[in-house]
């Protein structure tokens, strides 16, 4: 496992998928590729496959601990879901829950579960098929943070027409419609919403309507875990680049600028979702764009994938 300490609570990265590549003009195909040639002597090898025109991303959550709560940070993709266009995803079987015992976590012991989004792969293990044939929640104890934006933009009862259609929509019946008919979850709006233990939500539209950062400070330390905000560090040097992914894209470069200088100005260490490697970065302003000053530094257990 990957720990570290931030004031006085403990930060675990709980890896679902390691290491993979994704067709870089698949993913990005609006991104010059000079850009990517620009900042190839440090993205490659560990977040760029030049000779297989490759961007690496990876599939992880983060564990908080300390002032007695356990707290997740989004839950990955999941096992046994029906995700036919996105083959990478369909009917997967990980060891998520064997990883989080690993760290000395059970589903009971977990209190929030923070989604940044409402996306497949940061949703999915909300829930798990039981025996029955049902999809029940995860994590019987907790209480689920979604943002009500992204809550009521996916959900098919209202008619949106979105560029993921059919499979968002099982997204929401598989993983979140069970843990709100359970009734544990809640839907923020407004401009933050404060969730306990040094953690703060805010909004940053644009990659989904709801999606938002997390703020957390502990002593003079502060980190902000961004979600989707950034699927390669690339966008850190070219935080104007999206991905395919993004719903809005002006919105999402907006967000992206925005957390990106309070980071540099407020000395946060940032989280995004899908970095492989160190996973978090300090960054820098420079110029009218970013540079990462430093990458993480973990304290590395057993069990740890190390790429």
Known sequence: ????????????????LP?????????????????WRA???????????????????????????????????????????DRPATPSFHHLRTRYLDELAA???????????????????????????????????????ARYVIARADFDYWNPANGHRTRSGPQMAAVFEDSIVPVHRA??????????????????????PGHTPGSCVVWLRSGTDLAVFAGDLLHSPL??????????FDEDEPRARDS???????AADRGALLFPAHFPGPGAAEVRRAGDRFAVRAWASWRTGPGTDGD
Not at 4 to 9: I, K, P, R, T, V
């Open 256 to 262: 992206r600028r925005r957390v990106l200088g309070e």
């Open 103 to 141: 760290a000395g976590v059970r589903p009971p012991d977990v209190d929030t579960v923070i989604c940044t989004h409402v996306h497949g792969d940061h949703v999915g293990w909300n829930t798990r098929l039981t025996d029955d044939g049902e999809w029940r929640p995860t994590f019987p104890r």
């Open 235 to 244: 966008q850190i040097a070219e935080p104007d680049d999206c991905p395919v």
């Open 1 to 16: 496992m990957d720990t570290m300490a931030l004031g006085d609570m403990e930060i675990t990265r709980v890896v679902e």
């Open 39 to 81: 900042y190839e002597d440090w993205l490659a090898p560990t977040f760029l496959d030049p000779a297989a025109d490759q961007v690496r991303t990876m599939s992880q959550t983060w564990l908080i601990r300390g002032e007695g709560r356990t707290i997740l940070i989004d839950t990955g993709i999941g096992n046994d879901r």
């Open 19 to 35: 290491s993979r590549g994704s067709a870089r003009g698949t993913m990005f195909p609006d991104v010059p590729v000079a850009h």
């Open 183 to 204: 009734g544990q979850t809640v839907l923020w709006e407004g401009d933050r919403y404060d969730a306990g233990a040094g953690l703060r939500i805010e909004p940053a």
